[in-house]
């Protein structure tokens, strides 16, 4: 069976952080020490100055896959993911058709079995994510889908996400919800605020996501199903989750990476490379999804990875379709914009241990994702240098978009290596197959 | 564009140091008186002569030419000033932005213009000045007064009324005003 | 003026709105002459981009740039092949590569013009953009009001201070008001902004206004009335209950103009709609200046034209040497 050996990094881990070498063998995690002597004919992987974690595993992920290929494949996805640490990646259901269907569902989980990364799929609420009529959700769940949502747009009709909590409740499994009241934020194309106001640029108020966040926190408090809440954006957002897990009501919530880093006033370039739903925010709104981050009343940073052709956004901000790429970059941004504030055990739990139990991908579900680093673990790892810095080229990108914000930045922070189920499929940076 | 202004507005803070005074505030005035004179003789009197003045230098200059004539032969003579950097042929070289507008209160056809300058040089506002005065119609003849002529040509132009002839290096300037004419050269700003 | 585009007011400052508005003059002496056209820009190259249609800013800008000798070329989204499905980008890149030194570019979309900039080395030309900013629009208001203050004597041209200015109706989708707002506030006026809190911008932090909802406590106060096109569109669209009760509360009707303040003038981006934001008896009256506004587009067009092009990066004063 194949040796690999991860050598001089600190793992990290649920337990906490300590410098040992690990040890893989197979599949699996076989040892965990300082001072590992490397058996023979064992490939070494050198992890000085980083960080060796738990695989990441992103809630949000837009694979494209059925219907989007010329923007996002399942296999571009997860060799982007796989980049960028994840060890595995929920795949949104707005696709085309909508993952509504055990047929649509199987076919993703198909496609992503030879994939750099573990592929999760979450279904729709609705069939068409129309928000009318339920999608067949015991069918999915049979299938192992665990979370549920119609991202992209909210459900708007309050009385469709009542039956939904009140179905899935018995399923036990999770709705996640898209916060958007359409009529609130309808014609809006960022954040309403003086960025709109002096761009000249509809905008959509902080409101239409709080009004939907509060709606569906009532509904919770009614249902008692456990409710997780997609890309949390606002100040008003993090108060309201604050309050609702302090009564105690089972929900998460999760930040994208751009929403802790980027303000509103990149829009200020009209590039339409900014736009993304939610918006990007107002310094104020940053400041407090990061605070909630490391209060904890956000769980997660899931990237919302979002992948358009380059056409697409080469057009008027008004007429470009929103979202941006985030999977090779997140851990960077994040690590960046909540250094200092958030040490490695925080800032990897929200991308590690912690969405892989919202994701129902965690040892305690039967999955292998997010687990301590221990012998007879999985090896799902992630070796991250938080020193390294490097220049976001998007030309160099894995995804087959380019519509990353990031481009010609800097940024500090790289993953070095990533392990699926003990194979290498990043070294030195380079996805090896 | 009289080479004075040019003193006062150019950047890096370089300034027109004066060497040699070449001509006072009387030698000008008898200068412009001659001219006066001499466009009388060459043209028979001021039937349809007009002065046209070319923004900034020339139109001190011009004014008092003008006042000079009317005051000789007792008869108005019609006046104007001309901004010709719209039709300079080195805009693409070096912006040039008009100072003053243009002011030509009436047609030019059939008039004779007497066109005045501060000082001709290497010939090309000269030309931009008659391309501009085309566009005021057409002028039976035109003719040219400059207070200095200072020599390196670079267009077959040359002036029929001249105040004084002065041979110059091409990093000289001169300064032309009714006070009279400096030449100099550009240097540093003083400490 | 800074950098070799004109996207906003912001890009000019006061001392470039100044420097815009002298040259206007001697466009406006151009104008008279029995052959209204100099050659300072033969050879350049000026394409139109109306992607949306406006015959009248469009025909401003191509007398503009034929008064300068420029060759005009014009390009309209009804002729293109954006229909076809061809992008921004492309559009801006096929057009590039026929060699033009200015694009004017008008989109119903808000940053057009300042996308463009990155497909092509010419200098653009923002010529009104969605809900943006209409720079040349403000630039021949500012002259309008400059010319017709020098008319009545006494203040020094540009400078605005103790003009106080109100902007009514619908601020919040203007770009006429975005330019406005900021040239006037250059030039020292105080700016109020009268609309109903529907049609304000949703926030107005950053901008040097004041703003009510009650014309008929300023109206006496103003030096200038603009007034804005009430777009029909709006409404019936829950920004307004309808355009009787908008003249009826925003109009100036002839009560209204009657309380105006002696010399006060009244301006009007055009097209107005008679009956809606202003009475038609009003709009004839010697205090309207929008007759002169439509004027003096052409003579500011051709300053800032030949502001941007004439020269190898943009005109600066004083910098002519050699020649006597």
Known sequence: ??????????????????????????????????????????????????????????????????????????????????????????????????????????????????????????????IGRRGERLSPMGELAALGVRLFTDDGSGVQDASVMRQALEYAGDLGVVLAEHCEDASLAAGGHMHEGAWS??????????????????????????????????????????????????????????????????TDAEVASYDPVFKVNPPLRGQADVEAVRGGLVEGVIDAVATDHAPHPPETKERPFEEAPPGMLGLETALAVAFGALSGRLGAVGLLGAFSWRPARIAGLDPASGGRQGGPVAPGAPANLVVFDPAAEWEVDPAALSSRSRNTPYGGRRLRGRVRHTLREGEPVVVDARAQR | MAERERRLTRPEGRVFHARTKVMDEDGVARALRRIAHEVIERNHGLSDVVVVGLQTGGVPLAERLRAALS???????????????????????????PQEVTEIPFDLTGTTVVLVDDVLYTGRTVRAALDALADHGRARAVQLAVMVDRGHRELPIRPDYVGKNLPTRADELVDVSLDGVVIGELGEEAP | MSGRHLLSVADLGRQGIEEILRLADSFKEVAGRPIPRVPALRGKTVATLFFEASTRTRLSFETAAKRLSADVMSFSASTSSLEKGESLRDTIETIDAMGVDAMIVRHRSSGVPARVTAWTSASVVNAGDGQHEHPTQALLDCYTIREALGESGGRPQTDFSGLRIGIVGDVRHSRVARSDVLALSLLGAEVVLVAPRTLLPPSLEGWPVKATADLDAVLGELDVVYLLRIQAERAGRLLLPDLDEYHARFGLTRERAGRLAERALIMHPGPMIRGVEIAPEVADLPASLVTRQVRNGVFVRSAVLFHLLAGPAGAVVGEEDGDG
Do not use: W
């Open chain 1, 1 to 126: 069976m194949a040796e690999l050996l991860i050598r001089g990094g600190t793992v990290v881990d649920e337990g906490g952080e300590r410098r040992a070498d690990v040890l893989v063998s197979g599949r699996d995690v076989v040892a965990v020490a300082e001072g590992i002597e490397a058996p023979a004919g064992a490939r070494v992987l050198d992890a000085g100055g980083c960080l060796v974690a738990p695989g990441l595993v992103d809630l949000h992920t837009h694979l494209r896959q059925p219907g989007g290929e010329v923007a996002e494949t399942v296999e571009s996805g997860c060799r982007a993911a796989a980049l960028g640490g994840y060890g595995a990646v929920v795949a949104m259901p707005n696709t085309e058709p909508a993952i509504d269907d055990p047929s649509v569902a199987r076919d993703v989980l198909e496609l992503g079995r030879g994939a750099l990364a573990q592929v999760a799929v979450a279904g729709a609420i609705t």
């Open chain 1, 197 to 262: 106001s002096r761009l000249g640029l509809p905008g959509q108020p902080a409101l239409a996501e709080e009004a939907m966040l509060a709606r569906d926190l009532s509904l919770v408090r009614l249902t008692r199903t456990p409710m997780h809440f997609l890309h949390l954006s606002t100040a008003g957002s993090v108060d309201l989750v604050r309050r609702a897990k302090a009564e105690g009501l089972p929900v998460t919530a999760e930040v994208t990476p751009h929403h802790l880093l980027l």
């Open chain 2, 71 to 97: 005051e000789i032969e007792g008869v108005p003579v019609p006046f104007g000033s001309l901004d010709v950097a719209f039709y300079r042929d080195d805009l693409s070289l070096r912006p040039v932005l």
